[in-house]
């Protein structure tokens, strides 16, 4: 796992390349290298973390033995040794590295639909004057990118183009998508002239020009025909095996790996089978939160027990969580309002004191449809349809009189019947309305992209709602948000984060698999959890889920109050003149009088004024 850097630029210089390297050197600290050529105005950055053939040999840039190409790589490609045997590399090395450019110099950009891994890559090509940079399947890896005229410049972060002579301009419609999902979609940038290259697509640069195009796409390998029944049994032991070879595949490396164990389904599951194929204990982590509702760890201990792992078990008090919170913008550089990020920085930096890499259970949930939601959308979804809206109203204005619980609730009847599982998935995360954003921004008329990512799956017809929810999930959810979130915790602690269900493979299985085996009789997670089954006592599978959050609500009203004082005060947001300050002022006295459900919309607020001031304000417009 690595950072990597580069451009194609008249206008910047091997200084410039130096700086955005440096920038993310967190990515990599075990070595730096760079590639510089003025004649063609091309740089090339790299910062590595040593998993597979520690040797300075497989340092990078990489040059191909042709000497042709030149690449500088983040990730890994498991299954590289059976690509050297395909491809006939003689190899130099024990590095994947060498593979994939080796592979790319015999066919091209064909060769990214053999790889198994999750990867963000620029090869550069000396004779033609391309480069090309490529993006893993569902995006577990990053890539960020700015283009202007002549100036073109990549980077796994975009703390590393912020570096370059660039102006720096809130993107409004951004802004807007953020207030309502707590995330910036998709291909956009919290700033204008920034772009992500989306999952599964590739760049190609020249002077002045870049064309991106797509060579994976997860809606092609979806299976409309009617798949012919087969046997339960049958169906979980190739589900079992898929996944033990992904976990196997996921233990390639040179340095101390582990994972990552909530005691939830998903990552119980992967460290079963992580345990089962190594005769030692394996390393486990959790974290656990001094707060009743957000405490799980002791289920951890309880299946590490049963496993027979190596368990580690950091407790942490609400002094130790929020410690980090005054520099979460630094981890991350785009406005991000998960209250996980915090457990997730504190888990992999508690991991990175034992281990180099570490397994996640992210995926699980998007694939066999472990959110709440899903019923929560079947059941508005058909009031809705029953209901005009004057029942609705009236249900909505009898629940605001009934406590601060019934009110948060009563916000389920008054959602935009159009594009309802978005404004739904919104609302469940405690986000903003689109009229509230209006209002928030003093916009007219919001823009939100996410309304149309739902609309197109909405109208894949042969698809039920809950196979729709869980592409959306999937496309949406899983690429933008938790595997954001977990890149940027994981490589702020210099630790490689792995992710078995995500491999291709399983991901076309699963979501092909009749949805009979995702939900049955009211049971989420069906399939994952009747494999389980064979590692754990049932007591330990069926238990509710609690996910990974943090008690931000607790804290904005004791320790973290401070936080609303500096970064919502009246003066700064009137000074800023981004938001309605008046809007600004309704819910931070909203919160402050009892109506803690407005604690996530505070949380965003602030993380956005802190992110704001880091980016903009300290380094300047």
Request: proline share 4%.
């Amino acid at each position: 796992m690595c950072g990597i850097t580069g451009f194609i630029s008249p206008n910047y210089n091997q200084e410039h390349l130096s700086l955005m390297t440096t920038a993310i050197s967190h990515r990599g600290p075990d070595a730096e290298g760079f590639f510089y050529d003025a004649a063609n105005q091309i740089g090339l950055g790299h910062r590595r973390l040593s998993i597979i053939d520690l040797s300075a040999a497989a340092n990078q840039p990489f040059y191909s033995h042709n000497g042709r190409y030149i690449m500088v790589f983040n990730g890994e490609i498991y299954n590289y040794k059976e690509l050297a045997v395909k491809y006939n590399v003689q190899t130099r090395t024990t590095s994947d590295s060498e593979v994939i450019l080796e592979a790319f110099a015999q066919v091209g950009i064909a060769c990214i639909n053999d790889f198994n891994g999750m990867f963000s890559l620029a090869i550069w090509d000396k004779e033609d004057k391309r480069l090309f940079i490529i993006r893993d399947r569902f995006g577990v890896k990053p890539l960020v990118y700015y283009h202007n005229g002549s100036d073109f410049a990549f980077a796994s972060e975009l703390k590393a183009l912020l570096k370059l002579p660039v102006k720096k301009k809130i993107n409004l419609a951004a802004l807007q998508d953020y207030f309502f999902l707590e995330y910036v979609p998709n291909s956009k940038s919290i700033l204008e002239g920034f772009q992500k290259l989306p999952n599964g697509h590739y760049l190609v640069a020249e002077k002045e020009s870049i064309h991106i195009k797509p060579y994976y796409q997860f809606t092609d390998k979806i299976i409309f025909r009617p798949i012919p029944a087969r046997k339960e049994n049958d169906v979980l032991d190739e589900f079992e095996d898929l996944l033990a070879s992904s976990v196997k595949y996921r233990q390639i490396s040179d340095v101390p790996i582990g994972a990552f164990l909530s005691g939830g389904t998903d990552s119980s599951l992967i460290c079963a089978l992580f345990q089962k194929q190594n005769v030692n204990p394996v390393n486990t982590f959790t974290i656990g939160f001094d707060v009743e509702g957000y405490d799980e760890s002791v289920f951890a201990s309880q299946v590490a027990k049963i496993l027979g792992t190596n368990h580690s078990e950091s407790h942490l008090s609400d002094k130790n969580s929020i410690s980090i919170v005054d520099k979460i913008a630094d981890f991350y550089d785009e406005p991000f309002a998960a209250p996980s990020t915090i457990p997730s920085y504190l888990v992999c930096n508690v991991a990175r004191k034992n281990v180099t890499v570490a397994m996640s259970g992210d995926g699980g949930d998007e694939l066999f449809m472990g959110y709440g939601y899903y019923d929560i959308y079947r059941k508005v979804k058909t009031l809705y349809r029953m209901d005009l809206g004057v029942g609705r109203h009236i249900i909505s204005s009898l629940f605001k009189t009934m406590g601060s619980t019934y009110e948060r609730g009563s916000r389920l009847f008054n959602l935009p019947s159009e594009n309802l599982l978005a404004h739904l998935w919104s609302e469940q995360q405690y986000m903003y309305s689109e009229k509230e954003i209006a209002s928030l921004l003093n916009v007219s008329e919001t823009t939100l992209s996410i309304k149309d990512n739902w609309r197109k799956i909405e109208g894949m017809k042969n698809l039920s709602d809950f196979e729709k929810i869980s592409l959306f999930d999937i496309d949406q959810y899983l690429t933008n948000n938790l595997l954001y979130k977990m890149d940027s915790a994981s490589m702020a602690n210099s630790l490689e984060v792995r992710n078995p269900y995500l491999d291709y493979r399983l991901m076309e299985f699963c979501f092909n698999l009749p949805q009979e085996y995702k939900i049955k009789d009211g049971t989420s997670k069906y399939l994952m959890k009747k494999l389980l089954e064979r590692y754990l006592p049932k007591e330990h599978v069926y238990r509710r889920k609690w996910g990974f959050p943090a008690p931000i609500g607790n804290w904005l009203t004791r320790d973290l109050a401070y936080l609303i004082d500096k970064w919502l005060n009246p003066s700064r947001i009137k000074k800023q003149g981004i938001f309605n300050e008046v809007q600004v002022k309704f819910y931070v006295d909203a919160f402050r009088s009892g109506k803690t459900f407005h604690d996530k919309r505070i949380w965003s607020l602030i993380f956005f004024q802190m992110w704001h001031y880091k980016y903009l304000e300290v380094s300047g417009n």
